[in-house]
């Protein structure tokens, strides 16, 4: 079994910053994109930033170049590091991954850490 275990939300006041962590443990013979998904009060989720796993990204045009995603290949992390935050990015952050074994790919996410800016 595989897990996505994500770490460092919490509240922070508007124009602060966060880094979220996002560990993947378990059967895993290699992890393809990775990436960062928010799902915010009376919203549908959404896509924040993604990251290949050769180094290549992509971002939601609400946090580019407020947002930077990078990964750590042989530890299986994804990391977010998110700076000027404002009241909007409050939401539930979720870690994903495509993650392969046994032949297959499959898709997991994360339980979710709560990032709550402050006015």
């Known amino acids: 079994q595989v897990q996505l275990v994500e770490s460092g939300g919490g509240l922070v006041q508007a124009g602060g910053s966060l880094r979220l962590s996002c560990a993947a443990s378990g059967n895993i013979f290699t992890i393809n994109t990775m990436g960062w998904y928010r799902q915010g009060p009376g919203k549908q989720r959404e896509l924040v930033a993604v990251?290949?796993?050769?180094?290549?990204?992509n971002y939601a045009d609400s946090v580019k170049g407020r947002g930077t995603i990078s990964r750590d290949n042989a530890k299986n992390t994804v990391l977010l590091q998110m700076n000027s935050l404002r009241p909007e990015d409050t939401a539930v952050y979720y870690c994903?991954?495509?993650?392969?074994?046994?032949?297959?790919?499959?898709?997991?996410w994360g339980q979710g850490t709560q990032v709550t800016v402050s006015s």
């Open positions: 990251i290949t796993r050769s180094g290549s990204t």
């Open positions: 994903n991954a495509d993650i392969g074994y046994s032949g297959n790919w499959y898709n997991y």
